[in-house]
């Protein structure tokens, strides 16, 4: 006590001036501190050409350097197109940007998302190394729009930006989700001129058609449409409408599921129930409380005769629905589950009850591509049009030269992705004019018209034959079946038109 007194009574003059320097410069530093953290703009980057817009933790933007997006799975793929990127010379190529929910958070979406990047992958090595020296060479670079795409439009205006040198996009594809976001997403891109390129977008109501026009002029497409999947679904198991049921969802603005199950709806023209509804979450990957509607309409379809039952809804509800249906009253009658391309989730789905397909109970769907459809078989053969099996073997040697482990191919993600990626360096290279070493932009989006007879493109999943507004004729759809184990199984390839086409392959007057 005494001491602390005597200090304070014989501070000298100095002590104290030095004390207030040393306290006014503290308060002063941490002053500037705080005033540099509120002006000075937190630096949001996360690689070059990507950062995370106000309001979320997402890395939104377009990169070919490698980056993977803060999604470690996707580390290998990127990795292996950044370097082939690198490898180019100023001035040599045009870049194809694949647009995709690359930071997507379902288990389902991102396995898509890798095999479809492993399948463009694929091709731009081909385009790049075993195409007679054709040119241009291509640059690949990823596209991310988001969680649900909902950062499509950041994304698609900086590709807007990008038609200029350096980069020099010519294409987009990608693009592969029938939604509200992906309609816009697709409108703006064509909008700006560029050529689009669609993966597994099948929804009818995001082309082009003679009834309503050209509203996505650049626009087209790999997969059949919803109305093409009901069809050849409709001719390969010569459903009787009146042993015939239509489970739907009611939630609109998903144009995969509106048109599907309008499709559908014509295909069981004279079925005597109406349809069974549901109504799935606004973000139909979440499980939302749709599985407790599935057990009262499991009740209701065992009071009627139907024996087929075509299902119109997203993957996460098609696996409740089988689910409940597995464990349906009248497990002494036998039933078919018919739906369109979302069942290839279901193979990677660990949410599904494997037991439901022992309860007499098979489950089908309309596959965009599948590995075992242009491969010889025993009991099996390979159609003599349509498709071919030189194609799907070129297809299988490109891919093992660009993934350093095996990728998984019952999905048919891949398959999809490869023949997109090929449509896109056809237009590239048949719009370069003799002596040029790249395309004008507006010359690519002409191409679509061309891509039919000899001219087609000879793709994995089999012939792409574009009728005049960029839509697919009589493309093969593989029918599959969900086997016991949760396989994949190909049954056979079915046709719109009923039969495979001609070899001409030249799509008939429409209108």
């Keep these: ?33 705080g005033i540099s953290e509120l002006t000075e703009p937190e630096d949001r980057s996360c690689a070059t050409g990507v950062a995370r817009p106000a309001g979320t933790e997402e890395c939104i933007g377009v990169n070919g350097d490698g980056y993977d997006f803060g999604v470690p799975g996707l580390a290998g793929v990127a990795g292996s197109i950044g370097r082939e990127n690198a490898a180019l010379k100023p001035g040599e190529y ?47 670079v990823l596209a991310n729009s988001g969680k649900g795409n909902a950062h499509w439009e950041t994304t698609t205006r900086q590709l807007a930006t990008m038609t200029g040198a350096p980069d020099r996009l010519r294409a987009v594809s990608g ?26 977008i099948t929804a009818d109501d995001i082309a082009n058609g003679p009834s309503t026009g050209n509203p996505y002029p650049g626009l087209a497409r790999v997969s059949p449409t919803n109305t093409d999947e009901a069809r050849a679904l409709a001719k390969f198991g010569r459903v009787d409408p009146a042993k015939a049921l239509l489970v739907q969802d009611t939630r609109s603005g998903d144009h995969y599921t509106d048109t599907l199950k309008a ?61 409940a249906l597995g464990a349906r009253g009248c497990i002494d009658r036998s039933f078919t589950v018919l739906t369109g391309d979302e069942g290839s989730y279901l193979g990677s789905d660990e949410l599904l009850n494997r037991k439901a397909l022992k309860a007499r109970l098979t489950v089908r769907y309309a596959a965009l591509a599948h590995p075992d459809a242009w491969r010889p078989g025993p009991g099996r053969e390979v159609p003599t049009t349509g498709g071919s ?51 004008a932009l507006a ?34 759809v593989p029918i599959v079946e969900l086997a016991q184990d949760g396989s994949q199984r190909f049954v056979r390839i079915a046709w719109p038109e009923g039969e495979p086409p001609s070899a001409s392959c030249l799509p008939p007057k429409q209108g």
């Excluded at 602390?4 to 002053?31: C, D, E, M, N």
């Excluded at 693009?175 to 700006?192: D, F, H």
Aim: aromatic share 8%; with cysteine.
């Design 1 to 33: 006590m005494l001491e602390r007194l005597r200090r304070r009574l014989y501070w000298t003059p100095r002590q104290k001036l030095s004390t207030w320097i040393a306290v006014t410069a503290l308060v002063a530093g941490l002053g500037w501190y």
């Design 263 to 323: 499709a559908f709806a014509a295909s069981l023209e004279g079925a005597p129930h109406e349809a069974q509804l549901f109504t799935s979450p606004a973000d139909p990957t979440q499980e939302g409380t749709t599985a407790n509607t599935f057990q009262q309409i499991t009740h209701l379809i065992c009071d009627t005769r139907a024996e087929t039952v075509f299902f119109a809804g997203r993957h996460t509800q098609l696996r409740q629905f089988i689910n």
């Design 443 to 476: 010359d690519v989006v002409t191409q679509w018209p061309q891509v039919k007879g000899s001219l087609r493109v000879q793709g994995a999943s089999g012939w792409i034959c574009l009728d005049n507004y960029g839509n697919p004729y009589n493309k093969a």
């Design 175 to 200: 693009v592969g989700t029938s939604s509200t976001e992906i309609r816009k997403a697709v409108t703006a891109l064509t909008g700006a001129g560029i050529a689009v390129v669609g993966t597994t």
């Design 94 to 140: 045009t870049t194809v940007a694949v647009l995709l929910p690359l930071t997507a958070v379902d288990g389902g979406t991102r396995v898509k998302v890798l095999h479809e990047l492993q399948g463009a992958h694929a091709y731009q090595y081909r385009a790049n190394h075993d195409s007679n020296s054709e040119t241009p060479k291509i640059r690949l």
């Design 389 to 439: 099996v030189v194609a799907y073997t070129t297809f299988l040697d490109d891919l093992a030269r660009t993934s350093q482990e095996p990728v998984p191919l019952a999905d048919g993600q891949a398959i999809i992705a490869y023949d997109a990626m090929a449509m896109a360096v056809h237009a590239i290279r048949q719009a370069t004019p003799r002596g040029s070493l790249y395309p």
